[in-house]
């Protein structure tokens, strides 16, 4: 096997997901993972699905086991970064639902303390968010932002709270490989 790679999962939230996926794709070595939702968000942000699929492998949520998830078994992973998250795959992971292609990558993962970097849509009690048309506030609820807290707490966990601190955490985990 070649050195390990990343694997970064997609999620439906449009949360600064251009800006998320133009960092991606100056990376080397990345597996993309992308739930139906995020195809839709894609779709509605109109993200250029060619520049994405000419570079890297893309994994979708066709199969009720996620066959891929065993991967992090073989070590051919060296982190997961889930950016953009939805405050929905954020609960699913804190309460240890893996029932989709992204909460089963987040679940494996841990079981094999590979490291996970995750940017949640929903940090703050009011923000600015991308849209479709352009940039609007949002509120997120008590019980969003309480998630995003406990994940905090988790092992082998970083959450970001911003594309900037994404690339930084990024980049510092790559830079600590051998």
Known sequence: M???????AVTGSGHFIKECLDFMLTLEKV???ISPAGEEVLKMYRIDWQAIRAKFPV???????SPPVGLFYKGYYHTLVMAPTTSNTVAKCVLGIADTL??????????C??????YPCDVAPEMETTAPGGKVMVYPREIDLEGTAKLKTFSY???VESVGELQKAVTARIGSLP
Request: proline share 6%; hydrophobic share 35%.
């Open 2 to 8: 070649d050195k390990p790679r990343l694997a970064w």
């Open 31 to 33: 597996d993309l993972y």
């Open 59 to 65: 994994y979708r949520d066709k199969a009720a086991s």
């Open 102 to 111: 992204v909460t089963n990558l987040y679940s494996q993962a841990g079981k």
């Open 113 to 118: 303390r590979v490291p996970s970097i995750v």
């Open 157 to 159: 966990t970083t959450v």
